[in-house]
């Protein structure tokens, strides 16, 4: 089967040519897809010999070309974001993995929907904006959506094959336990938040990923859009979904039936095995994933998230229960701010007062077509801005 990952030179892409590698003779990679990472791409291409590589930036592209061309490979440059939707419906590609961080994902996740292929999503930013529509695309296009977030894939384990966007949601769910780290700042003094660096928040206890997602986990943003993406897979509204803070990371999520059991998905935090299991479903596949040692892991501690701390959490619940434009509002405010602080123009405990500025501005609306998610979200993005630069001149 061809695969396509798109993303491959970030923390998901590595670690799904590392599945890849493992099984050859089932999987073919047919194309990479990046921004501007060249070096790490050129690596991947001669590794992993795949007939095209996109990527997005023009000069990286030329540089690319070029060097792929003095070793000797045949895989062929593509550039643009054009070339990445391509891409995603091009039909040697069986298998999408959808893992370009942020909005910049959604046109290629909605391709590979509508072409309708097997998409391993990771890239929850792309749901959460777009929502219904995406699952409807899925619908409509036949495609086989797959969770890859290691919650959603552990809740998707949990219901026994109840494909997301199938209309086969299981019978008798009582109610879902989405697990939180609780990120690096599970204990720090709320005073102490105020001066934390991009380094500190992007020191993940359990996971080793990108610096957006990192920032998510540091301020529980990352636990709303998971909040949001849970309630669009699996069709639940915000109530029936509870967020558990669970420090050590070893049960991935839970699901309550209406007779009283609990199912959990555990497992060591590494992302190769939601990433195998997304691959291979309903086969198994070897990840390279270590043994469980669970008296090591041992005790396994769960309480219950504080939402003075961590105000992104009532924000995202809100805006679940809202629906319409207003996810998309809500992820693109979250993109500007968090980029935001990354390039130290705004203090980490400012990222929620940035969301909320742009929440309260926000007129609700349906989401009757994809312009008016990408209208919402130019819209918030640009508002975003504003309230970083008034933040920033608040706290000079
Ligand atoms: N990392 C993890 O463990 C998990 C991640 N996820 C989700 O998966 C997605 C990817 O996360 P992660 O791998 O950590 O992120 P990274 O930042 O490590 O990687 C992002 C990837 O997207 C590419 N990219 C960035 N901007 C663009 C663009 N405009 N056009 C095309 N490609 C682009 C990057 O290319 P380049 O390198 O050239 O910049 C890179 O390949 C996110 O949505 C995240 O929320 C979900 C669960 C766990
Ligand atoms: C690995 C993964 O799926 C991340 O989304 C992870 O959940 C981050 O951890 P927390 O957001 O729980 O801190
Ligand atoms: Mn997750």
Not at 21 to 40: I, K, M, P, Q, W
Not at 251 to 269: C, F, I, K, T, W
Not at 298 to 319: G, I, K, M, N, T
């Amino acid at each position: 089967m061809g695969v396509a990952v798109l993303g491959s030179t970030g923390s998901i892409g590595v670690h799904t040519l590392d599945v890849l590698g493992r099984h050859r003779d089932r999987y073919r990679v047919v194309a990479l897809a990046a921004n501007s990472n060249v070096e790490r791409l050129r690596q991947q291409c001669l590794m992993y010999r795949p007939r095209f590589a996109v990527v997005v930036d023009a000069a990286a592209a030329d540089v690319l070309a070029q060097t792929l061309r003095a070793a000797g490979s045949g895989t062929q440059v593509l550039q643009g974001a054009q070339a990445l939707i391509q891409i995603a419906a091009h039909e040697d590609v069986g298998i999408v993995m959808a893992a370009i961080v942020g909005a910049a994902g959604l046109a290629s996740s909605l391709a590979a929907a509508r072409a309708g292929k097997r998409i391993l999503l990771a890239n929850k930013e792309a749901l959460v904006m777009s929502g219904p529509l995406f699952m409807q695309a899925v619908r409509e296009g036949g495609a086989t959506l797959v969770p890859v977030d290691s919650e959603h894939n552990a809740i998707f384990q949990c219901m026994a094959g109840g494909l997301p966007g199938s209309g086969r949601a299981p019978q008798g769910v009582r109610r879902v336990l989405l697990t939180a780290s609780g990120g690096p700042f599970l204990r720090t003094p709320v005073r102490a938040l105020r001066t934390v660096t991009p380094e500190q928040a992007c020191a993940h206890p359990r996971w080793v990923m990108g610096r957006k997602i990192s920032v998510d986990s540091a301020t529980l943003m990352n636990k709303g859009l998971e909040l949001i993406e849970a309630c669009l897979l699996f069709d639940l509204p915000p109530a029936q979904i509870e967020i558990v803070v669970h420090p050590q990371s070893i049960v991935h999520s839970l699901v309550e039936y209406v007779d009283g059991s609990v199912l959990a998905q555990m497992g060591n935090p590494d992302m190769r095995t939601p990433i195998a299991h997304a691959l291979g479903w309903p086969s198994r596949l070897a990840s390279g994933v270590e043994s469980l040692d669970i008296l090591r892991a041992a005790p396994l501690d769960f309480e219950a998230p504080d939402l003075e701390r961590f105000p992104s959490l009532r924000l995202a619940r809100a805006v679940a229960e809202a629906g319409g434009t207003t996810p998309a509002a809500l992820n693109a405010a979250n993109e500007i701010a968090v980029g935001a602080f990354l390039e130290r123009r705004l203090a980490f405990m400012d990222i929620p007062v940035v969301v909320e500025t742009v929440l309260e501005r926000h007129d609700e609306a349906a989401a009757h077509s994809l312009d008016d998610v990408l209208a919402a979200d130019a819209w918030a993005r640009r508002e975003a801005q504003a309230a970083v630069i008034a933040a920033a001149g608040v706290s000079a």
